[in-house]
């Protein structure tokens, strides 16, 4: 199969979802270069992945590996170069800042995510008050996004994310903005909401330690282009706590390989 | 080291287990820590910050006034705020001063909304296809720079002495503010807020109505605020200059009237009340709407 073939394939199997899905995004051969003054640059090489039904798979990268391009793909606001990517249904995206629309009130900006994935008007409102439950932030309809504190503003933007219904959500570095209280609390959350929807989570970050507080699965990936370097499969059981003993010593592990594999550019 | 792995792992669930339960009261903990009290200010404190310094400086233009009546000693040249005042009760008695101010206003008001109805659509144009705004963008920023007052000519030569020349001239230098508010506006759409409509599938027509219209509104208002000062202006340079019986008496030829029958008092009642009017409909029309989308973006800087 030629690539064009293939990409013309990935944009037609949103909507055709027919049997049961074996995976809620896989990536098959992806590659992406830009255009620069200084001819086409190479982003991502040749990445491959599969996200199962109800995954929590975290992407590990330091600067210049490709994270966020490599998101943008998957939630389709942009395309391949080479390489097929498939989702089960419109992925849902969360960004490192918030991007709620601050002319509405945090319910509205629920409600909008509904209104355009076509709920009828009358269940809207309840749909609403039941996302904002799941996150914690009853009572919160009518407040301005400017009177949230900024991890108030990720829970609602986690809630807006999740009135999309998407089978899998994208989270590009969404907790980075955050102070480490917050993130703590945010993680914790964040594990018990994957818990009670069984969603699929592909998480962006540069955060070791996150990374394995979160995840099942950790992939490494190299810096420019990104290529896949590691991969590693955390079974600790959920909650953890980002200080437990094995989140850490896995995560020392992993810093090691990560930080190898910056050496290497230092060289070059 | 292998006992000890497994004694941590299950310490770890125990207390993580614990640790779901207080996740509630923490969370709740930091969103009342974190809660941002915003209070409107009272009367006193606007009275102090707002109404009582414009009070103030309206005292001494008055004092100065009156001080400098005598030392002029010339009715002609600088009239005594006592005869103007007399103009005022003369036009208020023979009812003509809220005429004066009605056939201006509903002229000005007219040719704002039809620049409304104008500028709006061309604004979207504009600031959405590529073609058009490198056509006609750089005319439309340069028409702000033109005086209005130099359409009237043209304007009379075409269209003679009547109310379609006052509202061309009125259109000509309100719609390109119009327009270029929104198109700026729309170039300040945060590029993030239109990659999340995006995912959430507001694309096309969905986009611009939900994320970028709305977006773009605080600098839609300015340009509405600038349009409004813009149709003023030109209204009354239209009025002084198509001074024309059957057109009624518009502030403009209220003016014009003082100047020909050099009735010095009548001029400073023309321009007292054309500044009157044009900062009463700023102040109740336009900057209300304006600190209401600011605020309620949490854009307006408390003092």
Same mark, same amino acid.
């Given at each position: 199969m030629t690539s064009q073939e293939v990409t013309t394939m990935a944009t037609t199997l949103a909507k055709e979802t027919t049997a049961a899905v074996e995976y809620a995004a896989r990536l098959e051969h992806v590659s992406k270069s830009f255009a620069t003054p200084g001819g086409q640059q190479l982003v991502l090489d040749d990445i491959t992945i599969d996200v199962a039904p109800g995954e929590f798979v975290t992407l590990l990268g330091a600067s210049g590996c490709g994270k966020s391009t490599l998101l943008n793909l998957v939630a389709g606001l942009d395309r391949p170069s080479t390489g097929s990517i498939t989702t089960d249904g419109r992925p849902a995206l969360m960004f490192q800042e918030h991007a709620l629309f601050p002319w509405l009130t945090a319910g509205k900006n629920i409600e909008l995510a509904l209104k355009l994935r076509g709920v009828p008007k009358d269940q809207r409102r309840g749909r609403t008050e039941e996302l904002l439950e799941l996150v914690r932030l009853?009572?919160?309809?009518?407040?301005?996004?400017?009177?949230?504190?900024g991890g108030m503003r990720q829970r609602v933007a986690m809630a807006r994310a999740l009135a999309q219904e998407s089978r899998i959500l994208l989270m590009d570095e969404p907790f980075a903005a955050l102070d480490a209280i917050t993130r703590d609390v945010l993680h914790d959350e964040l594990t018990r909401i994957w818990g009670e929807t069984g969603l699929s989570v592909l998480f962006v970050t540069h955060n070791v330690r996150e990374a394995v507080r979160l995840a099942q699965r950790v992939i490494l990936l190299s810096s420019? $282009?990104?290529? =896949?370097a590691r991969e590693w499969t955390v079974d =600790? $059981?959920? $909650?953890?706590?980002?200080?437990d003993a094995p989140v850490a010593e896995l995560s020392l592990e992993i810093t090691d390989v990560l930080r190898g594999e910056i050496r290497r550019h230092g060289q070059q | 080291m292998a006992s000890s792995e497994t004694r941590t792992t299950e310490s770890t669930g125990e207390s993580a287990a614990g640790t779901l339960g207080q996740i509630v009261s923490v969370e709740a903990g930091l969103d009342a820590l974190d809660l941002v009290v915003t209070s409107r200010p009272t009367f006193r404190q606007t009275f102090v910050n707002k109404i009582f310094p414009p009070i103030v400086a309206l005292a001494v233009v008055m004092v100065v006034w009156v001080i400098l009546t005598p030392i002029v000693d010339d009715p002609s040249k600088l009239p005594s705020p006592s005869a103007v005042g007399g103009e005022f009760k003369d036009a208020w008695l023979k009812g003509d001063l809220l005429g004066y101010i009605w056939t201006s206003v509903s002229r000005g008001l007219l040719g704002f909304f039809f620049a409304l109805l104008i500028g709006t659509p061309l604004g979207l144009v504009v600031a959405r296809v590529k073609f058009v705004r490198a056509a006609i963008g750089p005319i439309l920023s340069g028409l702000q720079s033109?005086?209005?007052?130099?359409w009237v000519p043209p304007a009379v030569i075409w269209l003679g002495l009547n109310n379609s020349m006052m509202y061309t001239v009125i259109l000509l230098g309100a719609v390109p503010s119009i327009a270029n508010g929104l198109v700026s506006g729309v170039d300040q759409v945060p590029p993030l807020f239109l990659r999340a409509g995006r995912t959430m599938g507001a694309t096309g027509v969905k986009g611009i109505w939900h994320v970028t219209l709305p977006a773009a509104l605080p600098g839609y208002v300015a340009g509405l605020k600038q349009g409004w000062a813009f149709s003023w202006r030109s209204l009354m340079a239209a009025e002084i200059i198509a001074n024309f019986p059957d057109l009624g008496v518009g502030l403009g030829q209220l003016l014009e009237n003082g100047r020909t029958a050099s009735d010095m008092a009548m001029v400073f009642e023309a321009i007292v009340l054309i500044l009157f009017v044009g900062i009463a409909i700023d102040l109740l029309l336009f900057s209300p709407v304006e600190r209401w989308v600011l605020r309620s973006r949490g854009l307006l800087v408390k003092s």
């Open positions: 009853q009572g919160s309809y009518g407040k301005r996004v400017h009177e949230l504190s420019r $282009p990104g290529r =896949i =600790i $059981p959920q $909650p953890r706590r980002i200080e | 033109l005086p209005s007052v130099a």
